[in-house]
């Protein structure tokens, strides 16, 4: 696979943004892409992905992601590089085209068109202005916000009522806990208009499909009901130690909202371990978070997940190998059968998984009720 | 009970444990296409941990054995050509081979048994996957073999199910279909049935579909009013590839066109069903498959085309014509290449022909629809500024290179006013970067989950049969006038296809 990017000279414009001169400009690029090659160049437009990113951000990673997304799902990609720190006010655009051959069929080429836009200082709080004339009207727009939200931010809420959904990850909060409340308050409040995703919750689906496929077997199904003990090991995120890492928050938000397990004050802190009591009915269930070994390239996620039932002596098992290449399940119930497989774990790139988020257009009932659990959680423990 | 953790958007449907039992274990089919199949499923969790695979053939081989070959298999024609050690190990733990010859009733005791024991080993509750991979003639004495053993249906008291997958060719004309479906109803129930057509688990024949009715723009126009007619061409670059002796009692007729061109053409020409459920889908298809005008032997004189191929070049390569094949009579009179008119004798398509072309060693290996529009109503535009320009078409790509491409005039940038046809196309290859599922993946987990739409049902395999029978009839009859053979191999066959459609005022598009 190919990618060339052919920026345009800057429209530099400190009044504002010049949108029909980089319209001009991105229409320019399309004839030279078609120009001369002998293969034709075919342009699709499914989305309009706007990406907010501070200036730290590295931009060659970032051109490497949106090549795997453009292969995905070409569109228009509205990069927003924000200096919020800067004195001045600043605003800057460009144009660039970004043309992918398409693995299979050889000389076809797959293009997107790319503008980027450096705001600094003032012109951050008003850069959506210039982004929404920018939007290719009639396909969904996507917001990629690279950051913590923040619900007083303004930027952040004007882009928000300019896309169809947003895309976090709640990998990168610094403070698991305080964030992910935040992130339930941003989310039940903007139900309305805002729909969200998070590529964190996006790394825990084959976590999930191998939980739930447990009960997928109807021998199974009754020992569910009767869960009371919980493990989870997770790798402590290296900024936020101390704080349960969200991915592993998530989870267990996923398990307390789908199997109505309501939150107690009663918490517990031994260690590094936290123990959580909640309640279903009458059944008590134990829910353990224990820190990991700390292992490179896997900083804040889980690495087992264990649910027994005392009742029914059945455990059911799913954790990742060493060198996180692969799952492994098992089912045991008392000392009879014993079922288990290896599966792969292909970790996905993180291109893939903000593909995957942009192919989705519904509402994540499942994680916005996953979130809304893990909001109640922490208030239950900041009371405790 | 349901699964409350099954809910939400992103989780995939997965299937019920199951064991899925394979006759022809030791054959080609197997290894090339089923089990790396399944592996692929279990390797994407689509199928639970509870999930074994047998497989059964004569050839005395021991489990181990099997797993050896399968994972060289598997490495094989995988896409991604690697197996992981661990990973395999986990898989072919639920991985085994019995000796089974279709015709001992001995052999069905063993199978129980060895059944009844991954039951209890696997937990895969009574649920199972019959797959015939075998020479068609054993299909009927499978079922009955199964039937007798008892193991055509779940065990008494047990909540199990019981699927037969049938592979292709299904009869070999209406009487043995007929007489095949018979066969197999009298211990199999129409819904454990599933006749596979791999043609239907392609991702574009789903797109069909998808385009024609969740598009709103398209449907207006899909009738008599707006279309011309339509063509359907199914080329293969490819000879009898050492299965001459096959294809000489074949001959396209059965081999194709029968089967996987109709099925096509009963998406396109369906009415728009009331759901999405296999019943409705199929229903529609059906319906309109028994609108089609029957053959008489003079439509078959006058509108249908029969072809061989004779000596020629492939891709600059030469190749031998049909005759000088192995295993094929030097003097064969069997059909290569067909082409059919074919009409639909109702509201929606009356007097708008179908025509239909299927073939070896044809210049290029391709599937298309081609929806030609009519005219313009009224010429506003002089014959010199369209010199270039056709009526608007409409093609469906089914492979390679899968898509959707409509054909639309525009004006040529200028002083003067000259037409131009240019192509808007859209290319899943080049739209969606992503690889699209290989057809036994997607069928063999349908099967699995119990959904059959994206199969064969009994009534259309017959229908097939009917339409073409008087075809069979008329060419086998007159096989002494059969001027064969009459195309060169990388040709588009027949000079007389190319002379019937311009009688009509028509062309044959190049694919
Ligand atoms: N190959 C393809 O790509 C392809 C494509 C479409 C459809 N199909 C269809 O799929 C089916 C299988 O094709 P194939 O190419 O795999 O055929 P194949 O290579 O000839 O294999 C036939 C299998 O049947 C077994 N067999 C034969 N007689 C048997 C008996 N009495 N009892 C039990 N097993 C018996 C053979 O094993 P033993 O000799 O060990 O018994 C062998 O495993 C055919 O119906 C074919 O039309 C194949």
Not at chain 1, 87 to 99: D, G, I, N, P
Not at chain 2, 88 to 116: C, M, P, R
Not at chain 2, 415 to 431: E, H, K, L
Request: a negative charge; glycine letters at 8%.
């Amino acid at each position: 696979m190919s990618s060339e990017i052919q920026p345009s000279a800057a429209a530099n414009a400190p009044q504002g943004i010049d949108v029909g001169r980089l319209e001009k400009e991105l229409a320019a690029n399309w004839r030279n892409a078609g120009d001369g090659a002998e293969s034709s160049v075919t342009r699709v437009c499914v989305l309009n992905l706007i990406i907010y990113a501070a200036p730290g951000e590295d931009r060659a990673k970032m051109d490497e992601l949106l090549d795997v997304v453009t292969e995905h799902a070409p569109g228009r990609t509205l990069v927003l590089i924000a200096d919020r720190g800067a004195a001045e006010a600043r605003l800057e655009a460009h144009v660039s085209t970004r043309c992918q051959t398409a693995s299979r069929g050889a000389a076809k080429q797959v293009c997107g068109e790319q503008v980027t836009i450096e705001a600094g200082g003032a012109a951050v709080d008003t850069a959506a202005s210039a982004i929404e004339p920018l939007v290719v009207p009639d396909v969904p727009v996507f917001l990629w916000w690279k950051d913590i939200p923040h619900e007083e931010d303004k930027l952040f809420n004007r882009l928000v009522e300019l896309s169809d959904r947003v895309v976090i990850d709640s990998l990168v909060f610094d403070r698991p806990h305080e964030d992910l409340k935040r992130l339930a308050q941003i989310i039940g409040a903007r139900r309305q208009y805002m729909l969200a995703s998070d590529l964190n919750w996006g790394r825990l689906t084959s976590w999930r499909n191998l939980i739930a496929s447990f009960w997928d077997v109807a021998d199974y199904r009754p020992h569910l009901d009767a869960i009371d003990e919980v493990l989870v090991e997770y790798d402590p995120p290296d900024v936020a130690s101390g704080q349960i890492a969200a991915h592993a928050l998530l989870l267990v938000g996923w398990l307390a909202a789908e199997l109505k397990w309501q939150p107690t004050g009663d918490f517990v802190r031994e260690e590094n371990n936290s123990r959580w009591v909640l309640l279903s009915g009458e059944r008590k269930i134990n829910v353990e978070f224990r820190p990991a070994a700390d292992r490179q390239g896997c900083d804040g996620l889980i690495a087992t997940l264990t649910l027994k039932t005392s009742a029914t002596g059945a455990e059911f098992y799913v954790g990742i190998n060493e060198g996180w290449t692969k799952l492994e399940t098992s089912a045991r119930i008392g000392d009879a059968r014993a079922v288990g497989r290896v599966v792969s774990y292909e970790a996905k790139s993180e291109g893939e998984r903000l593909s995957r988020e942009l192919s989705m257009l519904s509402r994540d009932e499942v994680y916005e009720r996953a979130v809304a659990s893990v909001g109640q959680l922490i208030e239950a423990l900041q009371k405790s | 009970m349901e699964n409350p953790l099954r809910a939400g958007v992103r989780l995939e449907r997965t299937a019920e444990p199951c064991v899925v039992v394979i006759f022809g274990a030791t054959g080609d089919l197997t290894k090339r296409k089923l089990v790396p199949a399944l592996y692929r499923l279990v390797q994407e969790r689509l199928v639970p941990a509870e999930f074994a695979i047998v497989g059964a053939a004569r050839t005395e081989l021991s489990s181990e054995e099997f797993r050896a070959n399968m994972k060289e298999a598997v490495a094989q024609f995988s896409e991604a050509k690697t197996v992981d050690e661990e990973v395999w190990e986990s898989f072919a733990q639920g991985l085994h081979y019995l000796k089974v010859d279709i015709g001992t009733s001995a052999d069905y005791v063993n199978l129980v048994a060895k059944l009844d024991q991954i039951d209890r080993e696997r937990g895969t509750q009574g649920n199972r996957v019959f797959y015939l991979s075998t020479a068609p003639t054993l299909y009927a004495e499978a079922v009955r073999q199964l039937g007798q053993s008892g193991l055509a249906k779940p065990k008494e008291g047990q909540k199990g199910w019981v699927r037969v997958i049938i592979e292709k060719p299904f009869g070999s004309d209406l009487a043995s279909a007929q007489a095949l479906n018979r066969d197999i109803h009298q211990h199999l129930d129409e819904s454990q049935i599933y006749r596979i057509d791999h043609y239907l688990g392609k991702e574009t024949v789903q797109n069909l579909l998808v385009f024609r009715f969740a598009n709103g723009i398209y449907e207006p126009l899909w009738n008599r009013q707006y279309i011309d007619h339509v063509q359907i061409t199914n080329a293969e670059t490819v000879g009898v590839e050492g299965r001459g002796g096959y294809y000489e009692k074949a001959g396209v007729v059965r081999d194709m066109l029968q089967n996987h061109v109709f099925q096509v053409l009963s998406l396109v020409a369906m009415e728009p069903p009331a759901s999405l459920n296999s019943e409705s889908v199929r229903d529609e298809k059906i319906k309109a498959m028994t609108a089609v005008r029957p053959f008489t032997p003079e439509r078959i004189r006058a509108e249908c085309v029969r072809g061989q191929y004779g000596a020629g070049s492939i891709n600059g390569k030469q190749v031998p014509g049909y005759r000088e094949e192995e295993g094929v009579a030097p003097d064969s009179a069997t059909e290569t290449f067909a082409m059919l008119t074919m009409y639909f004798d109702n509201w929606r398509w009356s007097g708008v022909p179908f025509y239909i072309r299927s073939g070896k060693r044809l210049a290029k290996r391709v599937t298309e629809i081609a929806i030609q529009f009519k005219d313009a109503p009224h010429k506003l535009f002089g014959s010199e500024m369209m010199e270039q320009m056709t009526p608007n078409q409409l093609i469906i790509r089914v492979q390679p290179d899968e898509g959707i491409t409509m054909r639309v005039a525009a004006k040529v940038p200028g002083q003067v006013t000259r037409i131009r046809d240019v192509n808007m196309d859209f290319r899943y290859g080049a739209s969606f970067g992503v690889q699209l599922a290989e057809a036994y993946e997607r069928l063999l987990l349908d099967c699995i989950l119990g959904d059959p739409t994206l199969y064969a049902r009994t009534d259309m395999t017959e229908r097939g049969w009917e339409i073409v029978m008087p075809i069979l009839e008329e060419w086998a009859s007159t096989k002494a006038e059969a001027p064969f053979p009459n195309y060169e191999a990388g040709t588009w066959g027949p000079q007389a296809t190319h002379d019937l459609l311009e009688q009509a005022g028509r062309r044959w598009r190049r694919p």
